[in-house]
């Protein structure tokens, strides 16, 4: 589960915060969108921070091993407004997660020697519905430097944006999905750790709706 993106078409079938996250976009890519009318569209709305709770099950790798890290909360926030015009400009400004690390992970990066992590993540996420061009896309989303404890569960924040969209010509909504994250994260030791998480099944992965007027 407040990110400077960059935004590219691809599946999410890549290794799942869609958060935000898409995020991160699940399908994200958990997975994080505003909008900007144009100068003939409806007046702008009101720009709106909406938080979706989700989980997302990770895992690492170590010597072509896969290693469990458990279920991970992940609170995806999307800053952006809930409509806009026919073939207007949407922009979610800000995209964000914050992330609750489970203990029984934190105990598994202490047996690997690792302390610290930082880098930036890939969220996968999907618009469909009222956009000129639905399909699959993904961002990428900072992860500030953060200390793992000896023990306890710990925070870890995504941040990004802006993402844009084009809104369909004819009413409707807008719909984003978050889909799974990957990332490779330094460490304190020198190397680096692949991290991947694909959201929990049966939870709904809509993080922001748009009506298309």
Same mark, same amino acid.
């Given at each position: 589960?407040?990110?400077?993106?960059? +935004?590219?078409?691809?599946?999410?079938?890549?290794?799942?915060?869609?958060?935000?996250?898409?995020?991160?976009?699940?399908?994200?890519?958990?997975?994080?969108?505003?909008?900007?009318?144009?100068?003939?569209?409806?007046?702008?709305?009101?720009?709106?921070?909406?938080?979706?709770?989700?989980?997302?099950?990770?895992?690492?790798?170590?010597?072509?091993?896969?290693?469990?890290?458990?279920?991970?909360?992940?609170?995806?926030?999307?800053? !952006?407004?809930?409509?806009?015009?026919?073939?207007?400009?949407?922009?979610?400004?800000?995209?964000?997660?914050?992330?609750?690390?489970?203990?029984?992970?934190? *105990?598994?990066?202490?047996?690997?020697?690792?302390?610290?992590?930082?880098?930036?993540?890939?969220?996968?996420? *999907?618009?469909?519905?009222?956009?000129?061009?639905?399909?699959? +896309?993904?961002?990428?989303?900072?992860?500030?430097?953060?200390?793992?404890?000896?023990?306890?569960?710990?925070?870890?924040?995504?941040?990004?944006?802006?993402? *844009?969209?084009?809104? !369909?010509?004819?009413?409707?909504?807008?719909?984003?999905?978050?889909?799974?994250?990957?990332?490779?994260?330094?460490?304190?030791?020198?190397?680096?750790?692949?991290?991947?998480?694909?959201? *929990? !099944?049966?939870?709904?992965?809509?993080?922001?709706?748009?009506?298309?007027?």
């Amino acid at each position: 589960m407040h990110i400077a993106l960059r +935004r590219t078409a691809t599946g999410l079938g890549a290794a799942a915060l869609a958060v935000s996250a898409f995020a991160f976009a699940p399908g994200a890519a958990h997975a994080a969108l505003p909008l900007a009318a144009n100068a003939n569209a409806l007046p702008a709305t009101a720009v709106t921070s909406t938080t979706t709770s989700l989980k997302y099950d990770c895992s690492t790798w170590k010597a072509g091993l896969k290693i469990g890290l458990g279920t991970w909360a992940a609170s995806v926030t999307v800053t !952006a407004p809930l409509t806009a015009a026919r073939g207007a400009t949407v922009t979610a400004t800000s995209v964000g997660a914050a992330i609750t690390v489970p203990s029984g992970t934190t *105990s598994t990066l202490r047996l690997l020697g690792i302390a610290t992590l930082t880098g930036s993540a890939t969220v996968w996420y *999907s618009a469909t519905g009222a956009v000129s061009n639905p399909g699959n +896309r993904s961002t990428v989303v900072n992860v500030p430097t953060v200390k793992v404890p000896s023990g306890g569960s710990f925070p870890v924040s995504l941040t990004g944006g802006p993402i *844009s969209e084009t809104a !369909a010509s004819t009413a409707g909504t807008a719909t984003f999905n978050i889909g799974g994250l990957a990332s490779t994260l330094k460490t304190n030791n020198g190397k680096t750790l692949p991290i991947a998480c694909t959201p *929990s !099944a049966g939870q709904s992965l809509v993080v922001l709706s748009v009506a298309v007027r």
